[in-house]
Nanobody, 113 residues
């Protein structure tokens, strides 16, 4: 069993930045990839970004050039650096170990003036 705990969410003005963290209870190097997803009320959870064990990344078109995913195997942590935030980025952000049932409980990001 693996626990994933997200942190770093909050209220930020449009154009601002936030850094989300996902702390795993075991080394994330055991997973092929880790990902960040987001969900707003009434909508399906959508992929934001993924990063493989080897460091290959993939981003949703809506966040390319603004968000950066990274992982630190030694610290059991995955990060999501979010810059130039827009109101449409408002959502609950979840961490997920690809190919497993392991999800965090989410952290709320609100982008508003």
């Amino acid at each position: 069993q693996v626990q994933l705990v997200e942190s770093g969410g909050g209220l930020v003005q449009p154009g601002g930045s936030l850094r989300l963290s996902c702390a795993a209870s075991r080394s994330i190097s055991m997973f092929y990839a880790m990902g960040w997803y987001r969900q707003t009320p009434g909508k399906q959870r959508e992929l934001v970004a993924t990063i493989t064990r080897s460091g290959n990344t993939n981003y949703a078109d809506s966040v390319k050039g603004r968000f950066t995913i990274s992982r630190d195997n030694a610290d059991y942590t995955v990060y999501l650096q979010m810059n130039s935030l827009k109101p449409e980025d408002t959502a609950v952000y979840y961490c997920h170990a690809t190919g497993t049932t392991y999800w965090g409980k989410g952290t709320l990001v609100t982008v508003s003036s």
